[in-house]
């Protein structure tokens, strides 16, 4: 069966510190990645989706990105956090022919 | 890219029947329906999906009028448990293409279920 993971659970930031939140998909090949950020009282805003190893697209354009450098693994990343990048983030997955997503337990980050 | 609308929150009893609305109605020919439900602090989970007419499975339906402007999830005697949000989406499932290939959450429904 299929697994997804993502990792730290919980994480408190200084601002202007830097980001790397890691997913990592189990039990499938070569599925579509995403990353979406929850922000306090609102919905989830797709921030990157990948089809494939290196290939990236963004939504939003901001002070995060994001790489694929396995098929199963997908990395978020910022150089220097903002308050405003505090949230929930959520990784999930998809196989390219169907819509249904599986979203892996999240990521609590708090920028203080 | 179909944009959502959603009723900002519900409030049910126990036992009874819900149904939430989505309109819809810029949905492109290949788009399908999609609802998640989610709890605090956790993933969203998929509940249903459709194209047209109706669709049933163990925990929802989906109606969906002939023009596909609009759907209806339909929660059968919700209980204390079903008190989440729930999101509509509506994307093509095929397409991978990049730079269109989206997936709208927004902000969802949220349903009280009250005892």
């Known amino acids: 069966s299929q697994t997804i993971h993502q990792w730290p659970a919980t994480l408190v930031q200084p601002v202007g510190s830097p980001l790397s939140l890691e997913c990592t998909v189990e039990?499938?090949?070569?599925?579509?990645l995403y990353w979406y950020r929850q922000a306090a009282g609102r919905g989830l805003q797709l921030l990157f989706y990948s089809v494939g190893i290196g290939q990236i697209s963004s939504e939003v354009p901001q002070n995060l990105s994001a790489s694929r450098p396995q098929d199963r693994q997908f990395i978020l990343s910022s150089k220097k956090l903002l308050l405003s990048d505090s949230g929930f983030y959520l990784c999930a997955w998809s196989l390219w022919e169907y819509n249904e997503q599986f979203f892996g337990p999240g990521t609590r980050l708090t920028v203080l | 890219l179909a944009k959502t609308t959603q009723p900002i929150s519900m409030d049910s009893y126990e036992g009874q029947e819900v149904n939430i609305t989505c309109s819809h109605n810029n949905i492109a020919t290949n788009d399908y329906i999609t609802w998640y439900q989610q709890f605090p602090s956790q993933g969203p989970r998929f509940i249903i999906q459709g194209y047209k007419t109706k669709v049933t499975n163990e925990v929802a339906s989906l109606f969906i009028p002939a023009d596909r402007k609009s759907s209806t999830l339909s929660l059968p005697r919700v209980s204390l448990s079903d008190t989440a949000v729930y999101y509509c989406?509506?994307?093509?499932?095929?397409?991978?293409?990049?730079?269109?290939?989206?997936?709208?959450f927004g902000k969802g429904t949220k349903l009280s279920v009250i005892p």
């Open positions: 039990g499938t090949s070569n599925p579509n």
């Open positions: 989406l509506v994307g093509d499932p095929a397409y991978s293409g990049a730079g269109s290939y989206q997936l709208t």
